[in-house]
């Protein structure tokens, strides 16, 4: 079966349709069979999806919606995709970027404007966008108000991040959208950097920090005075290989 969701009016309020997607546009939602409570919650049960034109997508077994609070879950083999707003951190450029996440369950809190995705099984949760990839057994996406613009990614447990011509590992790690920092935790945090002449350096210690707006990163010890430990690779991860 398939159904559009309009914006309406419905006793004085708006239907409310979760902010990661636009309020004031159509939503189509595509699944094997439809279960209403009459009041406020759908289930899409079976191959289920729900979309708006190419820019907003979700995919599920199972899709929950409540157009009531504008909650919304989805559950195994999930697959999200989301235009969002990214802010070029040296020349200010605001545009619109893909990001996609794939895992086992989605919990969107449209009060909270949060994400979260998480996995059951050996498989991790996936993030990718134009900044960074990164995976681990949890990702918490939060959003600006509007819905349309990161304020803060987490990703928590087996966590692995692909930036700029390094891949670290760790345990826990915050990339902060104001501050365009990220920070990964773990004991211990492993980076692997490439240097312009395509040689990678392993570094371990406890604390990985990259900016963004000026593609800088340290690895620290535990109290910041800790050495870190070093070594050259002979072959650089398959993830930094050209």
């Known amino acids: 079966m398939r159904s559009t969701i309009r914006p309406q009016k419905r006793e004085g309020n708006d239907t409310r349709m979760p902010a990661i997607l636009k309020r004031d546009a159509p939503v189509n939602v595509s699944s094997n069979r439809l279960e209403y409570d009459g009041v406020s919650e759908a289930v899409y049960i079976g191959n289920a999806a729900l979309w708006q034109g190419t820019e907003s997508r979700i995919d599920g077994d199972t899709i929950v919606l409540n ?47 949060t994400a979260v995705y998480t996995v059951s099984g050996k498989t ?48 826990h790690l915050v990339y902060t959208a104001a501050t365009e920092i ?10 692997v950097k490439k240097d312009e002449k395509g040689t990678c350096k392993e570094t371990r210690g406890t604390t990985m920090t990259y900016n963004r707006a000026t593609d ?8 910041r005075l800790a050495a870190t430990v070093s070594k050259p690779l002979d072959t650089c991860p398959a993830g930094l290989r050209n």
């Open 182 to 191: 990220y920070v990964l935790t773990g004991e211990p945090v492993v980076s």
């Open 124 to 171: 991790l949760a996936e993030m990718i966008s134009p900044q960074a990839r990164m995976s681990g057994r949890r990702i918490d996406l939060f959003l600006k108000e509007g819905g349309n613009e990161v304020e803060r990614v987490e990703a928590d447990a087996d966590v692995t991040v692909t930036l700029t011509n390094m891949i670290s590992t760790g345990r």
């Open 216 to 223: 800088e990163s340290r690895v620290e010890g535990i109290d």
């Open 67 to 113: 157009d009531k609070t504008g909650n919304l879950k989805a559950s195994v083999n999930v697959k999200t995709k989301m235009t969002l707003v990214d802010t070029d951190p040296r020349t200010k450029e605001r545009k619109p970027t893909a990001t996609t996440v794939t895992a086992d369950e989605l919990v969107y809190d449209d009060a909270k404007r």
